[in-house]
């Protein structure tokens, strides 16, 4: 699921079955940037309860601007929002993804570290390794 909407604070966004709370925009200054918070709560199905903060950050020494997603892992789903352009109204546009089983992801990589230490057990099937002597006289009698 995707959501791409202007909100307001106050604004409520559901998503999936969650339920996105706009509670406004909070400005911050780092060591070497500035940003501006966007502070989100949100319920979800079961009726649990967790804050997600995304940010646009600006770096003034190259004006170099960049979008700071807030993520939650919930079981094998993730909940992702992002902040767009701040718009003359003073909302804020708000980009909201439901990912389900997209940890799942990471499952594939496990069966291929399996796969691979499957392949290496089997000495016969390495490449390079040493014939026998009886595989090598073998050969030597065909060949010869």
């Known amino acids: 699921d995707e959501v791409v909407t202007e909100v307001s604070p106050g604004d409520t966004v559901s998503i999936a079955g969650y339920e996105l709370q706009f509670n ?43 979008t700071e997603a807030a993520i939650e892992t919930i079981g094998f789903s993730q909940l992702y929002i992002s902040l767009g352009d701040l718009q003359e109204s003073g909302s804020i546009v708000l980009r909201a993804w439901w990912k389900p089983f997209v940890t799942l992801i990471w499952l594939g990589t496990v069966f291929m570290v399996i796969g691979g ?3 290496l057990s089997d000495r016969r099937l390495r490449v390079g390794v040493a014939q026998t002597s009886k595989a090598r006289r073998e050969a030597q009698h065909a060949a010869g």
């Open 117 to 119: 230490g499957i392949s």
């Open 24 to 66: 406004g925009l909070t400005p911050v200054t780092g060591p070497n940037y500035r940003e501006t918070v966007g502070r989100f709560s949100v319920t979800g199905p079961g009726g649990s309860q967790f804050e997600l903060a995304p940010a646009k950050r600006v770096y003034p020494a190259r004006n170099t601007p960049t």
